[in-house]
């Protein structure tokens, strides 16, 4: 069964430096998420993307975090400079069907949990 | 935007017995709404979901009803077993499309 491929898995970093995190979607599918997971809570969407295209990033800080997904298949995350709460799990998802007003499954990847010093 | 609170936050629950988690949710235009069972370590992975022109759903032993008047939603999970025992998220569509989660209930279930 085809499923959402994360890297790194774990990553340890100290604050100020720059850290990037990498995403390849189910084969297909065309809606891709990038959500952030404090412990204990649950999943926060950072950013949506359409094929290539941005659809939401209302939640993403922008100061310091960026997105994209240039060929409208995999899609990198990066956080610069890093700063001590953005220590989380960031989650991967994607979805076969276009965004709009009807939901519809995301399918996880495994996640990277970033710490950082 | 949408709101999702989750109750209870934890739940141990003897083997067999059943467990009942409620979410409630604020914006009227929720059609969609998901459950994800998450174990330690695991990414989160769709156990059943429902769509606003149904009220109630079931799979086996798990079930989920819904009540749009009321706005909540709940899981139900009957002969549960230790492999039961995981993290659970509720969640709803935003009038955009966009999911938001509850914070979850950690689910024990104790032989």
């Known amino acids: 069964e085809a499923e959402v491929a994360q890297s790194p898995r774990y990553k340890i970093t100290e604050k100020s430096q720059a850290v990037a995190f990498w995403c390849d979607p189910i084969s297909g599918h065309a809606t891709l998420y990038w959500y952030r997971q404090i412990l204990g809570q649950g999943p926060e969407l950072l950013v949506q993307?359409?094929?290539?295209?941005?659809?939401?990033d209302s939640q993403l800080p922008k100061d310091r975090f960026s997105a994209e997904r240039l060929k409208g298949v995999d899609s990198t995350l990066k956080i610069q400079p890093a700063e001590l709460g953005d220590s989380a799990m960031y989650l991967c998802?994607?979805?076969?069907?276009?965004?709009?007003?009807?939901?519809?499954?995301?399918?996880f990847g495994p996640g990277t949990r970033l710490t950082v010093l | 935007g949408e709101n999702v609170e989750q109750h209870p936050s934890t739940l141990s629950v003897q083997e067999g017995d059943s467990a009942v988690i409620k979410c409630t949710y604020s914006d009227s235009a929720s059609n969609y709404f998901p459950w994800y069972k998450q174990e330690l370590g695991k990414r989160p992975q769709l156990i059943i979901d429902i769509r606003s022109n149904v009220g109630e759903k079931k799979d086996q032993r798990i079930a989920v009803t819904l009540n749009k008047t009321a706005k909540h939603f709940s899981l139900h999970i009957t002969e549960t077993q230790p492999e039961d025992s995981a993290v659970y998220f509720c969640?709803?569509?935003?009038?955009?499309?966009?999911?938001?989660f509850g914070a979850g209930t950690q689910v024990v279930v104790t032989p």
């Open positions: 993307f359409q094929d290539e295209s941005v659809v939401d």
């Open positions: 969640a709803a569509t935003d009038s955009w499309g966009k999911l938001q």
């Open positions: 998802a994607s979805s076969p069907k276009e965004s709009g007003p009807n939901g519809n499954e995301q399918f």
